[in-house]
């Protein structure tokens, strides 16, 4: 086949893959504004979702307290608004689930179709001695491919897992951007993600797959903050 005709194929089938999922074309743009629901609105979830309603983005939060969240909301102001769990996975055309891993089955259960065709990023960890038998499971299993059998039908993309939330907080604000690794399987979800990385203040550097994203954990090799081009190099040794 030659190089023009591969092209041509190429820009059909991304077209076609953003036509079965339309929201992606325009969000994945620079300056579009999306719709994000947040899923567990605690210390990371509070924090990004913050980020993402000063830059612009319109954040709905959500958590098992919803008293909680319309006054997270009312202190931000501008672009933020409280809802139940299911009203923000209605609301939003992308998704940020921030739960203790072992809220991640009651959350999977809850929004049911919901997530079907959604963006979802991923924070949430599996850890040992919080977590009980599922967090036990997923470790094992590795978190991504973990979230994804929990939430079913969501384009899950895992990022944020191990950056501590204070780090995170301060990332918009600092000259020097860290990156920020991210996996994941879905093109279209890793663009999107891709774009709200960018706007909570860290550039992304995509390491590898869902099943990849076993090693983006608090303590593993990509534990903390560095520059991309470090990152890209831990992947490659991990691979
Ligand atoms: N803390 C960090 O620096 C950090 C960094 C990277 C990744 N992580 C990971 O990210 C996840 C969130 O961490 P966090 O520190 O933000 O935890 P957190 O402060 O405890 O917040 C967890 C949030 O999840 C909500 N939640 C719990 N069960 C829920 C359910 N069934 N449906 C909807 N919301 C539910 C909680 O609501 P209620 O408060 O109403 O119970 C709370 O808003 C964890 O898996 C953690 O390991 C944390």
Redesign the pocket.
């Known amino acids: 086949m030659n190089v023009r005709r591969r092209r041509l194929l190429g820009t059909a089938a991304a077209g076609l893959a953003f036509a079965a999922f339309p929201f992606a074309a325009s969000a994945a743009q620079p300056g579009a504004r999306m719709k994000i629901g947040v ?9 990004l979702g913050e980020a993402w309603a000063r830059a612009g983005h319109e954040v709905m ?5 919803l008293d ?2 319309k006054a997270l909301a009312a202190r931000i102001g501008a672009n933020a608004r409280a809802g139940t ?1 299911r009203e923000a996975a209605k609301f939003g055309d992308v998704l940020l689930v ?7 089955p ?2 999977g259960k ?1 929004l049911g179709a919901l997530l079907e065709g959604k963006a979802v990023i991923d ?5 040992a001695g ?2 009980g038998e599922i967090g036990a499971w997923a470790a094992e299993k590795g978190a991504g491919l973990a979230s994804a059998e929990l939430l079913p039908g969501a384009r899950i993309v895992r990022a ?9 907080r301060e990332a918009a604000s600092r000259k020097e951007r860290a990156g920020m690794p991210i996996a994941g399987d879905d093109r279209q979800a890793i663009a999107i993600a891709s774009r709200l990385v960018r706007d909570a203040g860290y550039e992304p550097v995509l390491v590898g797959d869902l099943a990849f994203g076993r090693h983006l954990v ?1 303590r593993g090799p990509f534990s903390g903050e560095r520059p991309p081009a470090e990152i890209r190099k831990i992947a490659e040794t991990l691979k």
């Open positions: 899923i567990g609105s605690g210390q990371v979830g509070g924090t939060f959500s958590s098992l307290d909680h969240d769990p921030s739960v203790p891993y072992h809220a991640m009651a959350v809850n924070t949430s960890n599996p850890i919080r977590d944020f897992n191990a950056v501590g939330y204070a780090r995170m608090p």
